[in-house]
């Protein structure tokens, strides 16, 4: 039977950079919000503190080349960079893959997607603007292929994930808005080829159904299908109780809006996985974007690494038993995004237990 193939989702926003500087605050990070987090209800797991590699910065080789190893415990093949272009050849937070192409450690397996979105300095207040601090651009052909140029040392390095048919995988954070993928994916194809490589299989993240709908219809060649949203949507509220709504109306300033039990995700995401036997798993350890929206997003309440191993083993034995999928990758969203709750990463409170879970199925 061939092994699940592991992807975790890798955040490079652990450095200062002068845009942050600017927007912010002089040495904004994601660790700035991560540590400014405040629980906002009895029993609220804030502020999350990180273990082992403590608040690091990703300048320091050392700190890349642990993360491997701890990834490695986890049975994960490789991390998929968030990959930030704007267009006409503006990119931002790529000093860490940077180096790491140039350096060529850690080695350790790699692939990237796209984060094709713009920034916002956001309000989180449905009643006040967000601010617009760079704009998402796709300029055309010339853009596609000076992108593609930038990146080629990245594409023909030993470590860049394939799949069995030697494609390199390429994801796409924002399918729904890029109604240009056509002409990308053709340009980008033709520029493989014409480099000695073979191609691309470009993948789609889909966060929920709806999603998942729309991107269907740009033929992309994978759909990295997460169920958090479903989650949400499915939640039955009749099941609220009188005490939980009176303590909700107790902390309306300050109330998350769209919380759930994680153990309610991991059923959700089991049987949607189930259901749709043509996507490609996308997992979540925990998550709690309260850091940056103060419980305007959603929160996995009552976490548990058990629950994790849980989630792992189920969607291993679903990934198994397609027969349609060679290659039987799984993604894990993600190993170190601090800032939404949502990481495998050793913490205070739970160290290595969901590395170790993770790797009790996929090593």
């Excluded at 494609?167 to 056509?182: A, R």
């Excluded at 303590?247 to 996985?273: D, G, Q, T």
Aim: net charge positive; aromatic share 18%; charged share 25%.
């Amino acid at each position: 039977m061939t092994k699940p193939r592991v992807i975790a989702f890798y955040l490079p926003q652990f450095y200062p950079t002068p845009e942050n500087d600017e927007w912010w605050e002089p040495g904004f990070t994601e660790w700035t919000n991560v540590v400014r987090a405040k629980p906002l209800f009895k029993g609220h797991y804030q502020p999350r503190i990180p273990q082992e590699l403590s608040f690091y910065d990703l300048r320091v080789p050392e700190t890349r080349e642990r993360q491997a190893e701890l990834a490695s415990e986890a049975g994960i093949e490789g991390f998929c960079y968030w990959h930030y272009w704007f267009g006409n050849g503006k990119r931002l937070l790529d000093r860490v893959f940077r180096e790491v192409v140039e350096s060529g450690k850690p080695n350790f397996p790699f692939c990237l997607c796209w984060a094709n979105h713009s920034w916002f300095q956001k309000t989180w207040n449905p009643n006040l603007p967000n601010r617009l601090l760079i704009e998402q651009t796709y300029p055309g052909v010339d853009d596609y292929t000076a992108h593609f140029k930038e990146m080629l040392p990245a594409f023909k390095d030993k470590r860049y994930i394939r799949t069995s048919e030697g494609k390199l995988l390429f994801g796409i954070f924002d399918p729904v808005s890029f109604s240009d993928f056509e002409l990308f994916k053709d340009t980008w194809n033709t520029l493989a080829i014409d480099n000695g490589l073979v191609g691309f299989v470009f993948f789609a993240y889909t966060p929920g159904e709806k999603k998942l709908n729309i991107a269907e219809s740009y033929n992309y060649n994978r759909y990295v299908y997460e169920a958090m949203n479903d989650a949400y949507e499915n939640f039955d509220v009749k099941r609220f109780t009188f005490k939980w709504a009176i303590r909700r109306i107790k902390l309306w300033l300050h109330r998350p809006i769209r919380m759930i039990n994680y153990s309610k995700y991991v059923e959700c995401a089991i049987s949607r996985f189930k259901q749709l036997e043509n996507v490609t798993p996308c997992i979540d350890p925990m998550f709690d974007h309260s850091p940056r929206s103060k419980g305007a997003q959603q929160i996995l309440h009552n976490n548990d690494p058990k629950l994790w191993g849980k989630l792992c083993r189920e969607v291993k034995k679903i990934v198994e038993s397609n027969p349609n999928d060679k290659d039987k990758f799984i993604f894990i969203k993600a190993w170190n995004e601090w800032g939404e709750g949502n990481y495998m990463e050793p913490d205070s409170r739970f160290g290595k237990a969901y590395i170790e879970e993770a790797g009790k199925v996929f090593k």
